[in-house]
């Protein structure tokens, strides 16, 4: 569904990370794509999908990747997130 994504063995610039695309004329449309460094990638269509992707994508960084600098950065970039979330909700 998504093109470009496959493996990217032999690729030294492969596009890891999570993006998320609105189309704009079609306000309720939004996908998303990530693939990682270990050659897990996922893709999804629709609110639902896309937020439970990106959720997945968390995740994925923090707990279950095999690669230890991935989880040491999602860890980080995960208690960035909890941090600002608990900050504005004590607004
Ligand atoms: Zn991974």
């Given at each position: ?60 960084r ?5 690669i ?24």
């Amino acid at each position: 569904m998504t093109p470009g994504i496959g493996p990217s063995i032999g690729n030294p610039h492969p596009g890891f990370g999570l993006r998320v695309r609105f189309d704009s004329k079609a306000l309720d449309l939004v996908s998303a794509d990530y693939s990682c460094p270990c050659g897990r990638a996922e893709d999804a269509v629709g609110h639902a999908e896309v937020q439970a992707l990106v959720v997945r994508y968390g995740r994925h960084r923090r707990d279950d990747c095999p690669i230890p600098a991935i989880r040491a950065a999602g860890a980080r970039e995960y208690a960035a997130l909890q941090h600002s979330l608990s900050k504005r909700r004590s607004k």
